[in-house]
């Protein structure tokens, strides 16, 4: 399954990757599997404009949370599906997850060395 990729100038007039990375964390065979998981933050050779790795993974635990929180007061089957990213009571944290996620910063214009790493680890 592919990791989502935005780009982090634009990171925050979207929610599109939180929902799509809930989607994929929650999926049965993703977590049963407990599958490493790359946010590739592109773009991050725009300095001035992209938002800090930290940033974006700040922002994606704070997205996830409310998703998590809002999944679990919908029905029961939401609220399993849910729970796989830990009990609503605690803030969530992706170091917190049963899957690694990593939040790396990439430039297609050619610092790829986080990306490289993720790719190369052993598992």
Same mark, same amino acid.
């Given at each position: 399954m592919p990791a989502p990729f935005r780009d982090a100038p634009v990171f925050l007039r979207r929610?599109? =990757? =939180?929902?799509?990375?809930?989607?994929? $964390?929650?999926? &049965?065979?993703v977590s049963r599997r407990r599958v490493p998981i $790359?946010?590739?933050?592109?773009?991050?050779?725009?300095?001035?404009? =992209?938002?800090?790795?930290?940033?974006?993974?700040?922002?994606?635990?704070?997205? $996830?949370?409310?998703?998590?929180?809002?999944?679990?007061?919908?029905? &029961?089957?939401? =609220?399993?599906?849910?729970?796989?990213l830990g009990p609503a009571s605690k &803030? $969530?944290?992706?170091?917190?997850?049963?899957n690694p996620v990593t939040v790396a910063g990439v430039s297609a214009k050619g610092d790829l060395r986080e990306l490289h790493s993720f790719l190369s680890a052993k598992r």
């Open positions: 929610v599109e =990757a =939180a929902e799509e990375l809930f989607e994929v $964390l929650t999926h &049965p065979n $790359l946010l590739a933050c592109n773009k991050m050779d725009l300095e001035t404009q =992209a938002h800090s790795v930290d940033f974006v993974r700040r922002t994606i635990e704070k997205q $996830l949370d409310t998703m998590r929180k809002t999944r679990t007061s919908l029905s &029961p089957e939401a =609220a399993a599906k849910a729970s796989v &803030p $969530l944290t992706l170091a917190g997850l049963r």
